[in-house]
T-cell receptor, first 114, second 112 residues
Framework: AQSVAQPEDQVNVAEGNPLTVKCTYSVSGNPYLFWYVQYPNRGLQFLLKYITGDNLVKGSYGFEAEFNKSQTSFHLKKPSALVSDSALYFCAVRPGGATNKLIFGTGTLLAVQP | EADIYQTPRYLVIGTGKKITLECSQTMGHDKMYWYQQDPGMELHLIHYSYGVNSTEKGDLSSESTVSRIRTEHFPLTLESARPSHTSQYLC???????????FGSGTRLTVV
């Protein structure tokens, strides 16, 4: 079965420190990979995506993600966390092939302490 | 500006009432989706549509129904609301051929 895993329910980091939110996947074909962020009582906002090309993708608000095909991972990173980065982060994968439905991970709550 | 809109943002309603959650997009996307998100955070796909007059049930069984009479409009209806329907409902759309989803701001439904 095709799946996306976010192994950490919550990540805690101090402001100014680097952060990583993990995502691994198991899907067929060459996937499209996405990260979304959700603030309280809001919808999901697009952060970044990987389709092809450079494995390091840069996105909104200083976030970046690295596609690692051998490890089937797409971890979200930021060099220096801000308190305002505290939110819920979702990884999503669109499997290769005709389907267009995204498969979402279960979400990781990022808490940045001042 | 092209976007996706959900109304109402918040709704508190009594058990047994019929409700319709509205979702409209001005991006010309063919594909639209409804997700249910519980306090446990996980997203559950309950309905999707790949075009006008096309609707499918998602991965999570839902007592709600949807319609897609116009490309831009994808309303979700609950004929008889129950407390178990209390949740946040998110609408999304995507273009043909792939790419990501654009989400609305969501409707937080409380059934009392």
């Amino acid at each position: 079965a095709q799946s996306v895993a976010q192994p950490e329910d919550q990540v805690n980091v101090a402001e100014g420190n680097p952060l990583t939110v993990k995502c691994t996947y198991s899907v067929s074909g060459n996937p499209y990979l996405f990260w979304y962020v959700q603030y309280p009582n809001r919808g999901l906002q697009f952060l970044l995506k990987y389709i092809t090309g450079d494995n390091l993708v840069k996105g909104s608000y200083g976030f970046e993600a690295e596609f690692n095909k051998s490890q089937t991972s797409f971890h979200l990173k930021k060099p220096s966390a801000l308190v305002s980065d505290s939110a819920l982060y979702f990884c999503a994968v669109r499997p290769g092939g005709a389907t267009n439905k995204l498969i979402f991970g279960t979400g990781t709550l990022l808490a940045v302490q001042p | 500006e092209a976007d996706i809109y959900q109304t109402p943002r918040y709704l508190v309603i009594g058990t047994g009432k019929k409700i319709t959650l509205e979702c409209s997009q001005t991006m010309g996307h063919d594909k639209m989706y409804w997700y249910q998100q519980d306090p446990g955070m996980e997203l559950h796909l309950i309905h999707y549509s790949y075009g006008v007059n096309s609707t499918e049930k998602g991965d999570l069984s839902s007592e709600s129904t949807v319609s897609r009479i116009r490309t831009e409009h994808f309303p979700l209806t609950l004929e008889s609301a129950r407390p178990s329907h209390t949740s946040q409902y998110l609408c999304a759309s995507s273009p043909t051929g792939g790419g990501g989803y654009t989400f609305g701001s969501g409707t937080r439904l409380t059934v009392v």
